[in-house]
């Protein structure tokens, strides 16, 4: 039987005491490719929808120019690509095209002028279009979506475009410069269409993403056992919401398999009160596609068993890797309300705990920090911290 993902479920404790009442669990569940599957390089069909509107002029619009430049260079032969810019209307640059004159490409976008308002879904819209002309389970179909400011009356129109990007297997991964663009609608796009957050670009080296195999993750759940929480842990922190879950399972959309990472997800269970004895609290299945090896809708399991046990168990025998996950999964849940009240009210009423600043970096606990004793930080400092937490997962020192 094939074996092209390998699913990995960890539970924070494999023994549990005995109680009479109920006990939270949590089991994270990996998928890495193995290493046959990490060196499969399918084609790539990718438009790049840049904004080049007025407010992109100066140092933005030329990160953005060198970003495309890099990805452009990152690109073989076989790999499809269409360049697409808008400010109040939009243009295409590039039409979908072979990835074989990068010096023609290159000299495209090296001719980007900034000018005009911000329409986004002028932009998505035209690039979607480019998209389909080569859109294949062959290729890995993708929209990466540049901008700094916020779109002008047309956000509704934005989510419905990435919707439908979503169910066509079209992924859009939005990119934010500076501190001006609509981190709410990016993220939303980006977890609509591809179930990826939006990114915070500093510079152009950070624009730079390629991406495999789809996935998709389920968690079936054993009797008396009930899903609290499913948060997203790889490769960023997203909290998936009660949508999610259902009374016995979790499903998650995993989106892509990078070729050097995992995706992983942290699910937080209540179980019921169970006798001595050895029970499998949850089930995790993957099914996944590898369009360029003919497989479809393969699946991989992992059990996540748990040994209840009438002695008393020590706090040490908990799984230290599982119980990081869920620390920094709570430090961004927390980091990201105080953002958000302080967005809406322009003060911070809510105070963390020094368990929860502790795995931040020092940037970002002197900016909480001011936030608490009532001081404004920067639109741009609102922007790294929130970019930051949700990447706190890629180190687990801490």
């Known amino acids: 039987m094939p074996r092209e993902v390998e699913l990995q479920a960890q539970v924070g404790r494999e023994r549990m005491s005995v109680t009479g009442g109920s006990q939270v669990a949590y089991v994270l569940v990996e998928a890495r490719p193995v290493t046959g599957l990490a060196q499969v390089r399918m084609p790539l069909n990718f438009a790049l929808v840049l904004d080049h509107s007025g407010s992109m002029k100066g140092e933005k619009l030329r990160s953005v120019k060198e970003a495309v430049k890099l990805v452009v260079d990152r690109m073989e032969p076989q790999d499809i690509v269409s360049v697409v810019i808008f400010d109040d209307n939009s243009q295409i640059i590039v039409p979908a095209q072979l990835a074989t004159d990068k010096t023609a490409i290159k000299r495209a976008v090296d001719g980007i002028r900034d000018g005009g308002g911000t329409a986004m879904s002028l932009g998505m819209s035209v690039g979607l279009n480019e998209l389909r002309k080569n859109a294949s389970p062959s290729y890995v179909n993708r929209m990466v979506l540049l901008t700094d400011g916020v779109t002008y009356g047309d956000a509704d129109r934005c989510r419905r475009m990435a919707d439908d990007a979503g169910a066509a297997g079209i992924g859009i991964y939005p990119l934010g410069i500076g501190a001006d663009w609509d981190e709410d609608l990016l993220d939303n796009v980006g977890q609509r269409s591809s179930g990826v957050p939006a990114e915070f670009i500093r510079t152009p080296a950070d624009a730079l993403g390629l991406f495999t195999q789809q996935l998709q993750s389920a968690a079936r759940l054993a009797a008396g056992v009930t899903p609290k929480k499913a948060v997203k842990v790889l490769p960023l922190i997203a909290d998936q919401g009660a949508g999610s879950l259902s009374d016995r399972e979790v499903l998650v959309s995993l989106g892509d398999l990078e070729r ?38 393969e699946k991989a399991r992992a059990d996540a068993v748990v040994t209840f046990t009438n002695e008393t168990v020590p706090p040490e025998e908990q799984n230290a890797v599982v119980l990081n996950y869920a620390e920094k999964a709570n430090a961004h849940r927390l980091v990201t309300r105080v953002l958000d009240e302080y967005k809406k009210t322009g003060r911070v009423t809510t105070r963390l705990h020094p368990s929860v600043t502790r795995v931040l970096d020092p940037e970002t606990q002197r900016a909480l920090d001011q936030l608490a004793a009532g001081q404004d930080i920067s639109p741009e400092q609102v922007k790294s911290i929130g970019n930051k937490t949700r990447k706190l997962t890629q180190r687990l020192d801490g």
């Open 260 to 297: 050097d990472a995992p995706q992983g997800v942290l699910v937080e269970l209540l179980i019921e009160p169970k006798p001595a004895g050895v029970f499998r609290i949850a089930q995790a299945e993957v099914t996944y596609d590898v369009p360029g090896a003919g497989i479809q809708s």
